[in-house]
């Protein structure tokens, strides 16, 4: 399945946030080479296994869902590579927003990600006022690299 999808910094919070679906989610990276990464993920009492290829824009995803043992055996092998986040979602037009905050090491970074059906539709697509920059093809602000190096210095 091809992931289309765009990723900009949030400098502060919507209002109301509390009002919007959120749910907790744990991640951490069986494996990152290069434009690869398997990673875990659980969330809402799911639990699945993704790996991932390419960069920027639109990549290659696969998704299996695990059962919670397979999970639970698993997941001492990401010790190290993980991350931590609240996800909350806002639907704007035709579109889901979905803000991440992070926690622990990477508490006060929010990201915004949007999926999109087509590149034209993302290329259209038209950032709230409370987005920052956009950094959909900075490496540093991925979730692999976040799990790997911590928050990035020196800002986007």
Known sequence: MREIERKFLILSLPDGLESHPASEIRQGYLAVAGDREVRLRARNGRFFLTVKQGRGLSREEAEVELEE????KLWPL??????EKTRYEFVQGDVTIELDVFKG??????????????NQEARAFRPPDWFGEEVTENERFKNKSLALHGRPEGGP
């Open 105 to 118: 090491t990477l508490s006060s970074l929010c990201l915004a990600e949007v999926e999109f059906s087509s």
């Open 69 to 72: 043992p397979q999970f639970k």
């Open 78 to 83: 990401t010790s190290g590579r993980r991350v």
